[in-house]
């Protein structure tokens, strides 16, 4: 951190965690997650037809994306993926994106 030239130099805060779903947390956990500028929790068990819901309640000074869950079987909780957030003071480029099954990408 510092300033260089009139420059602001600080670092940027990275979290990454394993969350065992998002559905289960509560105030507290998210606003931990404000501390930080870009955000990848992990093992979110979220199907791509719950994620209007859930990112309703997410916290909106992110732009969240989500790697959709997938059902091994007909029965069953879907497993694993990621979501990303990324504060929305930093500008996310779009430009040349690639999408990759199990990918998610914030540039």
């Given at each position: 951190m510092g300033k260089k030239n009139g420059e602001d130099k600080r670092g940027l805060k990275l979290l990454?965690?394993?969350?065992?779903?998002?559905?289960?947390k509560d105030n507290l956990f998210w606003d931990y997650v404000k501390n930080?500028?870009?955000v990848g929790p992990?093992?979110?068990?979220i199907l791509e037809r719950d994620w209007n819901k859930l990112k309703d309640v997410l916290p909106k000074e992110f732009q969240w994306?989500?790697?959709g869950a997938?059902?091994?079987k007909r029965k069953g909780r879907a497993k694993g993926?990621?979501?990303t957030g990324v504060t929305k003071d930093i500008k996310e480029i779009e430009e040349g994106a690639i999408e990759m099954e199990g990918m998610?990408?914030?540039n």
């Open positions: 990454f965690w394993n969350i065992a779903s998002p559905k289960k930080f500028d870009f992990t093992e979110t068990w994306k989500l790697e997938k059902k091994e993926r990621i979501m998610v990408e914030n």
